[in-house]
């Protein structure tokens, strides 16, 4: 190899090696960030009614371009969301349990406005009024016209149209006997409730005039009008933003379970005295949790944990009770009923009916229900309270006794 050879080679290799050191040194420089190029977002919001928080959360709420950001809202007690906007557009609609998430491009200004919250009870001289129910009578004879003329056709056996079957026992089969429909008319809701038989003062029973409605002049073959009013709850304990609340009135009436014997489910006895397994808590759960409350209403109902143990009733070796459920809306136990804290004496104790309830079958001042079960070597009675001097007692076969009130009990968020 002559010198002019060489010489060519070695600049040839002494310029692939500084190509390749200065293209490994471009590939391991990372140019900092220039701060400048970050997006600022600018929260503006009133700090005494709420909070407004972002994740991740970067100093002076800076980001680099393509973070996804995530906004939390969290207003203070007694208020709410009335506007949220970014970068000026509305994104309320598009809020998930109070919180956003988008992917910052640019600077922007978030913008967060409070109201007061509209309570869905309202409270006053220690009751607290929450959901509505029928419960007084209609009596002016041109309103009850009018509910009458929206109605049209009264129904009949196998031929109810829209009108519901309240699924009442007589001489215990469940017979299509009694019916309810409810109208909306001059911005108030009503019920129309229609009977061609006596309901039975036991579900075992035949239809006569020995009837509670007959007594009270409920009569067969006429239409009754119910105006929906709110619920009137008594406070029993206010605890960590909720609180158990008990009707101060009867809203209804309806047997505990319609058999006197036990039955067959899974491969195990259930006796008519079972709460969890009753006719009344499912229609509690389900039928009078629908009727009573909208669903802004539901949502503030929180889901109790019941206890139906022997430590719930009078007795710590009670054989009769059942598994503990979780609720909605339920009975008072034994224990809760006779509770000092709850009751302050008798008086606190007694209940009337409402004019809708007694159309039911029950009395002006009536025993209620409690879920507990009496440890009667049966497995038949439940224990109830009673209105006339506030003491709790008992029935043989109770459980399928039509005659009781039903006074409900459940928990609110405040």
């Excluded at 967060?112 to 209609?138: D, H, L």
């Excluded at 056709?153 to 009442?168: E, I, Q, T, V």
């Amino acid at each position: 190899m002559n010198k002019r050879r060489f010489l060519t080679v070695a600049i040839c290799v002494l310029t692939l090696v500084a190509l390749c050191v200065g293209l490994t040194a471009c590939v391991n420089i990372v140019q900092p960030q220039d701060p400048s190029s970050n997006c600022k977002i600018t929260l503006t919001f009133d700090s005494s009614k709420g909070n407004v928080t972002l994740v991740p959360s970067e100093g002076n709420n800076s980001y680099a371009k393509g973070t996804r950001v995530t906004v939390t809202i969290q207003p203070n007690a007694d208020f709410e969301v009335d506007a949220f906007t970014v970068g000026g557009e509305d994104k309320k609609a598009e809020l998930v349990d109070n919180a956003y998430a988008f992917v910052i491009d640019a600077d922007v200004t978030i913008v967060v406005t409070f109201k007061q919250a509209q309570k869905m009870y309202r409270e006053e001289e220690g009751k607290i009024y929450f959901g509505k129910y029928p419960q007084t009578a209609v009596e002016d004879a041109d309103l009850t016209q009018q509910l009458a003329d929206l109605v049209g056709a009264l129904p009949s056996k196998g031929n109810r149209g829209d009108w519901k079957d309240y699924g009442y026992y007589i001489s215990s089969v469940q017979e299509e006997f009694m019916w309810y429909k409810d109208v909306e008319y001059g911005g108030e809701k009503y019920r129309g409730v229609y009977f061609v038989s006596n309901k039975p003062d036991i579900t075992s029973r035949v239809s006569d005039t020995r009837s509670q409605q007959y007594k009270y002049n409920y009569f067969v073959n006429t239409l009754y009008w119910f105006k929906f009013d709110e619920i009137e709850w008594l406070v029993l304990e206010k605890s960590g933003g909720e609180a158990f609340l008990v009707s101060t009135m009867a809203l209804d009436a309806r047997h505990f379970f319609h058999d006197r014997n036990s039955r067959d489910l899974d491969g195990a006895a259930v006796l008519a005295n079972n709460y969890k397994e009753s006719d009344i808590r499912q229609w509690l759960i389900q039928t009078f949790y629908a009727e009573a409350f909208n669903s802004a209403e539901q949502a503030i109902i929180k889901t109790s944990l019941v206890d139906n143990s022997a430590a719930s009733t009078d007795n710590p070796d009670n054989a009769y009770t059942c598994e503990n459920t979780n609720d909605k809306v339920f009975l008072l136990s034994y224990a809760e009923a006779n509770n000092p804290a709850y009751f302050a004496d008798k008086a606190a104790r007694k209940r009337n009916a409402t004019a809708y309830a007694m159309a039911q079958g029950i009395a002006p001042r009536t025993w209620w229900w409690l879920r507990s079960p009496q440890d009667d070597g049966q497995g038949l009675t439940n224990y109830l309270m009673q209105d006339v001097n506030g003491k709790y007692g008992n029935f043989d076969c109770v459980c399928v006794d039509e005659n009781n009130g039903i006074v409900p009990a459940l928990r609110i968020t405040l």
